[in-house]
């Protein structure tokens, strides 16, 4: 089946550092899944941070980027200078759509701790 | 997202039966439960397009779910087991088609003594 894999974390970083999350993906039952980022705040549901839904495109929101890499089957997540306010779990998600309807695998989840 | 509510939000059982309840006010046709156990990611069980469900993952027999009407949906679980603890979204999405964005509920809490 597909499946997601990223960072394990938690992952620690100072206000204004750079942050990277790593995240590969294995389709096999689509040749080009649509790819997504999802986020949860503290306190909050999941929302989506981002989506690319073109091999080879980028996207980008609140500062945060992704490229849609299928050579490497990547989808790493980055930002030059994050803030306080990043502090949440980032969750990497494949989606894919059969016969039967749409569903996104998601990745474990990687918690992000910004340090003031 | 106060679009998606769920309720409980957290729930202890024993070996009971005990509903999980969503609705949301989106207008979307779409309607979602996925379940979060702990230290994995969260995972699709069921899918209702137009309260018709069309996608049912592997999930036991003692999750049953329904759709009412389009707005609403429930979890039904029957003789809970520990291997049941976990966090259940509720989410939903205006279509089924694989760009779609998800629209989740802050989640039950669901633990099983």
């Known amino acids: 089946g597909d499946s997601v894999t990223q960072t394990e974390g938690p992952v620690t970083v100072s206000e204004s550092e750079s942050l990277i999350i790593n995240c590969t993906y294995s389709?096999?039952?689509?040749?080009?899944?649509?790819l997504f980022w999802y986020v949860r705040y503290p306190g909050e549901g999941l929302q989506l941070l981002l989506k690319?839904?073109?091999?080879?495109q980028k996207g980008s929101s609140r500062g945060f980027e992704a490229t849609y890499n299928k050579e490497t089957t990547s989808f790493h997540l980055q930002k030059a200078s994050v803030q306080e306010s990043d502090s949440a779990v980032y969750y990497c998600a494949l989606g894919e759509t059969n016969s039967a309807g749409n569903k996104l695998t998601f990745g474990i989840g990687t918690r992000v701790l910004v340090r003031p | 997202n106060t679009k998606i509510t769920q309720s409980p939000r957290y729930l202890i059982l024993g070996r009971a039966n005990k509903s999980l309840e969503c609705e949301q006010h989106l207008g979307h046709n779409a309607m979602y439960w996925y379940k979060q156990s702990a230290e994995k990611p969260p995972e699709l069980m069921f899918l209702y397009n137009l309260k018709q469900l069309i996608r049912n993952e592997t999930v036991p027999s003692r999750f049953i779910p329904e759709c009412p009407d389009s707005s609403k949906l429930l979890l039904h679980i029957s003789a809970v087991d520990p291997e049941d603890s976990a966090v259940y979204f509720c989410?939903?999405?205006?279509?089924?088609?694989?760009?779609?964005?998800?629209?989740f509920g802050h989640g039950t809490k669901l633990s099983v003594l």
């Open positions: 389709a096999t039952s689509i040749a080009y899944p649509n």
């Open positions: 989410a939903s999405s205006p279509y089924t088609i694989s760009n779609e964005r998800l629209f």
């Open positions: 690319v839904i073109t091999a080879g």
